[in-house]
């Protein structure tokens, strides 16, 4: 077996295995662990610029990475001119780059502020760096190699779906350079390391609020199941 | 009408003495924990002065409570879709830093320093980085600094007192001051519940009681910005939200909360007030100078035949229905209308009450002697009549209980005086004048209520002062669960090691 196959038709499977399975038993047996941890009681300022700045820009990011593969007839569609495509890279280029900005002040903030430090955990540590690849080698790869948003959606939006129904094209992502692999690799490492991390918090993001009742109020006894005499 | 039950603390503070018993006595039982090492779910803090955390009734820098825009009714902290984009990071929430960096001493260095010239001290240490800590603040730093020109002229309620009176009370032979213990008020209309993107906060039904579901809570953190009283707090190592609990699991026994319990002064009184909930609503949106009036009137008579029934098919057992006849809440808050909530300008319709403090008479100095400011004989008298004489301004007072409306605390105040008279006549002089019984009837008491006032205040026994009707654990849901299952579920404590990033 060489590498391209472990690394592109079995890490995935084994990587998005583990994502599901333990984030799925987190969320229904151990839902006191889920948080998003936040430190901002602890430290206020530098986490402005760091967490507005790269949550912003990697939400944003992986917005468009999303449309690119459930619709990539209509982002080639939007590409055919020029101008929209030009529009399109620079956007994107410029939010992954305030992804990247917010992210090294996030980690700066780790290790330079002390009460952060002591509630850091080993975790956290190795997610910032994870993410810190994965962000960089995103800026990387859309510099270096022009007009991503057009490519993906001939290579990526295939290569996903052919690992969605189980028959991994590893000949789509094979002749690749080696930083667009790492990307990917990388990015299924973050998938991995995601159930055991406080990145959980993504998938809590509080939509509902938007609908729900102001006030919750909550009868501790079945009244209506009661009513015996 | 929407009948429902509620557990209501009453503070007397014109009994409260600072001792700060109360608060330690919450410490021990709920927050002597690792990261909540800073909250004091029972504070009492020195008025005038800037409370903990500093100046929280700052609304204008913190956020908190509901303001009135127009005809709506909306969070001062954000829209539901303002919070959701706020998410990342949200500008009104405290820092650490406005409440103070907890800290020990290492004591451990008495023992083991060296063998040296000088004594070996214990030095003062963060309790989160556990580093050499220079402490600049701590829980009731401006304890008893009523006049001080740090704390006391920092105090937002001070807005609108005059600025000649603000000065006066700077002046040592005027200082005055009064203390003010807080917990959380579990409020009809909570703020933090409202504001919680995840809506872990909820109130219970049954007894009021406002809680965080531990597992729920995603420390979106803004319930801390949203409660206008601070509340709420962040425990920074678990990621979760706490607040008071009221002491449930204590009340569900039959037990008073552990801040009530233990009071020195006895100040504190418990007891069941039955509301409408569907006039809240209406009376969280009234102006600002209706707001007690609307709040009164949200609670219920419960001699009031209709009010029963209607508890009655909400599930409120008879038990609760007689502990709300009985109970010394009621009689302060709506029968006598002495007690007011606190804040009520944040229309989050708090349910904890309040009996203003009377105060001294401003003095003056004349020869080198303390002169009161008033004929020598009849101060009470007098101070009835010019109330404005009274050391702690009205307007202070009104800003803190009655929204701004003067009128409400004069009639308090006019109350609480005439009790004073009546009860000093007849006591001392041993007969009551027609004078006095004047001032009664100005006040609007007879002499019986004026008795009965008296005796709950000054000499009501257990019994009384805790008016606990039984809980009926045993027909709550988790009666419907496997009791096997059950059982391994409850009691105080974290279900799930509470580690960070788990
Ligand atoms: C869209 C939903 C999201 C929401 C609502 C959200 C919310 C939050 C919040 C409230 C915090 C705590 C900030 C604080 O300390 O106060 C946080 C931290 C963090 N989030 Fe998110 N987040 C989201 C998406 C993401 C995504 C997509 C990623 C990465 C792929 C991410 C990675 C992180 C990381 C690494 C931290 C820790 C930052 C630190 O070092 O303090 N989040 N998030
Ligand atoms: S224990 Fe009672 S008297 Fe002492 S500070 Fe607390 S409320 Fe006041």
Redesign the interface.
């Known amino acids: 077996m060489d590498w391209n196959t472990f690394f592109f038709s079995i890490w995935p499977y084994i990587s998005l295995t583990i994502f599901l399975v333990v984030t799925i038993y987190r969320s229904i047996l151990r839902p006191f662990t889920i948080s998003s941890q936040s430190s901002q009681l602890l430290e206020n300022k530098r986490l402005y610029w760091g967490s507005i700045s790269f949550h912003y820009g990697i939400v944003l990011v992986l917005v468009g990475h999303l449309i690119a593969l459930v619709i990539p007839k209509s982002v080639v569609l939007w590409n055919a001119a020029p101008l929209r495509l030009y529009l399109l890279e620079i956007t994107g280029l410029g939010l992954g780059l305030w992804a990247v900005a917010g992210l090294l002040i996030l980690v700066f903030r780790r290790v330079a502020v002390r009460r952060v430090q002591v509630v850091t955990t080993p975790m956290d540590a190795v997610v910032l760096v994870v993410l810190l690849v994965s962000a960089i080698s995103g800026v990387l790869v859309a510099t270096l190699y022009r007009f991503g948003s057009y490519w993906f959606t001939g290579v990526f939006s295939p290569y996903l779906l052919s690992l969605a129904t189980f028959s991994p094209r590893i000949d789509l992502v094979a002749p690749l350079p080696w930083l667009i692999k790492l990307h990917v690799i990388n990015n299924f490492v973050l998938a991995a390391i995601f159930p055991f991390s406080r990145l959980v918090h993504i998938f809590t993001y509080p939509i509902g609020y938007l609908i729900r009742p102001w006030q919750i109020v909550l009868w501790n006894r079945k009244i209506k199941a009661q009513k015996i005499n | 009408m929407n009948v ?1 039950a509620h557990m209501s603390m009453l503070f007397h503070l014109d009994k409260c003495i600072g001792c700060h018993t109360c608060s330690i006595a919450c410490k021990n039982l709920w927050t002597d924990r690792k990261g909540a090492e800073y909250m004091w779910w029972n504070n009492v803090e020195t008025r005038p002065g800037t409370g903990y955390p500093t100046r929280w009734e700052d609304q204008r820098h913190y956020r908190g409570g509901w303001e009135l825009k127009g005809s709506k009714l909306r969070l001062r902290l954000h829209s ?2 303002g ?2 984009g706020k ?5 009104a ?4 830093d406005d409440y103070y960096e907890p800290f020990t001493f290492r004591y451990q260095d008495l023992f083991n320093a060296p063998a040296g010239d000088d004594q070996p001290t214990a030095i003062p240490i963060s309790k ?4 050499p800590l220079d402490i600049q603040t701590g829980p009731n730093w401006d304890d008893d600094l009523g006049g001080s020109g740090i704390y006391a002229s920092n105090d937002p309620s001070l807005d609108g007192v005059p600025e000649e009176v603000r000065r006066q009370m700077n002046e040592l032979e005027r200082v005055v001051f009064n203390y003010l213990p807080r917990i959380c008020n579990h409020c009809l ?2 703020a933090c ?2 504001a919680c ?3 872990a ?6 007894d009021g009681v406002v809680l965080v579901n ?8 803004m319930c ?1 910005a949203a409660c206008p009283y601070k509340k709420v707090y ?1 425990n ?5 939200s706490e607040k008071c609990i009221l002491c449930f699991p204590r009340l569900e026994t039959g037990q008073a909360p552990a801040c009530a319990h233990s009071c020195v002064g006895r100040i504190r009184y418990m007891g069941v007030l039955l509301y409408d ?1 569907d006039r809240i609503p209406d009376a969280a949106m009234v102006p600002d100078e209706q707001l007690v009036e609307a709040h009164r009137k949200v609670i219920l008579d419960p001699f009031d035949p209709e009010v029963i029934a209607g508890a009655r098919a ?2 409120i057992e008879d038990s609760w229905i007689e502990a709300a006849q009985n109970s010394p809440a009621y009689k302060f808050v709506k029968e006598w209308g002495i007690a007011l909530p606190l804040h009520a300008e944040y229309r989050t319709m708090a349910m904890m009450y309040y009996i203003p403090p009377l105060s001294p008479v401003v003095s003056v100095i004349e020869n080198e002697l303390f002169k009161l400011d008033l004929a020598d004989e009849r101060h009470d008298f007098e101070l009835f009549q010019r109330l404005d004489a009274a050391r702690l301004p009205v307007k202070y007072l009104a800003n803190l209980f009655s929204a701004g409306n003067e009128q409400i605390i004069r009639e308090v105040m006019h109350k609480l005086l005439a009790v004073r008279l009546y009860m000093r006549h007849k006591t001392v002089r041993g007969s009551v004048n027609g004078d006095t019984l004047g001032y009664l009837a100005e006040a609007g008491l007879t002499t019986e209520k004026a008795e009965a006032i008296y005796k709950l205040t000054t000499l009501p026994n257990q019994k009384e002062q805790f008016v606990i009707p039984q809980y ?1 654990r045993e ?3 988790e009666a ?1 669960k496997d009791p096997l299952a059950h059982k391994g579920e409850v009691g105080f404590g ?3 090691p ?5």
């Open positions: 429902r539901r879709a919070g959701l998410i990342f990071y949200n500008p929430l405290p820092t650490l989160i980085t556990g580093d209309n909570p519940a409202a993107p995840s809506g906060i909820y109130k219970r039904a049954e531990e597992n729920k809570c995603r420390a979106w953190r801390v962040y920074w190592s678990t990621g979760k909930a909400n599930g009926h027909t709550a849901v419907w974290f279900i799930q509470p580690q960070r990033g788990e």
